[in-house]
């Protein structure tokens, strides 16, 4: 069982940054590939990037390419999504997501974080 719990999310001005953290618990947190989705009102839940347990590779969403990076430190059970250079468009509840193995970009996923707003104004 992992629980996890996402905190970062507010208000931004177009062009700014935000930090999300997601921490989990569990003891085998190293062996779960980790994401993060965003769904904004009216739409469906979105792939935003995904960063594997054990080698730390990574993987985005081509709208957030250069402008979003996601970490990881197993050793204290924590992800992060830095988001820089943020537009309007990635105004949503940004979810982190757990499954044991590979990265996927459906949301095919164990463990569900309970979101946290993120609203960028123009």
């Known amino acids: 069982q992992v629980q996890m719990v996402e905190s970062g999310g507010g208000l931004v001005q177009a062009g700014g940054s935000l930090r999300l953290t997601c921490a989990a618990s569990g003891r085998t947190f190293s062996s779960y590939a980790m994401a993060w989705f965003r769904q904004a009102p009216g739409k469906e839940r979105e792939f935003v990037a995904g960063?594997?347990?054990?080698?730390?590779?990574?993987y985005y969403a081509d709208s957030v390419k250069g402008r979003f990076t996601t970490s990881r430190d197993n050793a204290k059970n924590t992800v992060y999504l830095q988001m820089n250079n943020l537009k309007p468009e990635d105004t949503a509840v940004y979810y982190c997501a757990a499954r044991y193995g590979t990265v996927v970009t459906t949301p095919s996923y164990t463990y569900w974080g309970q979101g946290t707003q993120v609203t960028v104004s123009s």
């Open positions: 960063i594997w347990g054990s080698s730390s590779s990574t």
